[in-house]
């Protein structure tokens, strides 16, 4: 007689996100030597405020310009060996790929949006323990935007990125507990 095991939950959720999903440069969406590029940076923390070394953060963002089309070549690969070429260089791809370091930082360096209203950067959270994917919003100014005034005072602040010295700007993201990042759903 064959034993039969019973189901265990699934743990496709990580973390492995470090070992496939990363690319070369994936953090520098500005091409190098811009004067005009800033840095997003900042934690994950998980719901006891631990920060979550090994998070994978996308990043999608208008160019300068308004701009949403974007540029072929982040996740280029090379024809001989089938890995990533990474970037061209030269070109504004408006995506960016970061994984978390052991720290729990990231860092995205990148060019300001140009989006209608207030400048931000969308992000998708990938994480240990998430079944699903979060989405939100990395904004580099405050003032008025209908998705920041829909919110309760006291939840706004967790979509505002804090401008720091040599245009950096921080926004910490937490999963979960108190101060938790505001997550949009969409349907």
Not at 128 to 136: D, K, Q, S, V, W
Request: net charge negative.
């Amino acid at each position: 007689m064959t034993e039969r095991l019973l189901p265990t939950p699934s743990h496709t959720i990580g973390p492995f996100y470090g070992h496939a999903l990363p690319f070369p440069d994936g953090g520098r969406v500005a091409p190098q030597g811009r004067p005009d590029a800033i840095t997003l940076h900042g934690h994950v923390y998980d719901g006891e405020g631990r920060t979550v070394p090994d998070a994978l953060l996308d990043f999608w963002q208008a160019a300068p310009d308004g701009s949403v089309t974007g540029a072929p070549g982040s996740m280029r690969r090379d024809p001989s060996t089938g890995g990533f070429a990474g970037r061209d260089g030269v070109g504004f791809t408006g995506f960016g790929r970061v994984p978390t370091d052991a720290d729990g930082h990231y860092a995205l360096h990148t060019l300001m949006p140009g989006n209608a209203g207030l400048p931000y950067i969308s992000v998708c959270v990938f994480a240990r323990g998430l079944t699903h994917h979060l989405f939100t919003r990395a904004y580099l100014a405050d003032g008025t935007d209908p998705l920041l005034d829909a919110l309760p005072a006291g939840r706004r602040g967790t979509l505002l990125a804090a401008g720091g010295p040599h245009r950096t700007y921080r926004f910490d993201i937490r999963l979960q507990g108190e101060g938790e990042t505001v997550f949009l759903e969409f349907t």
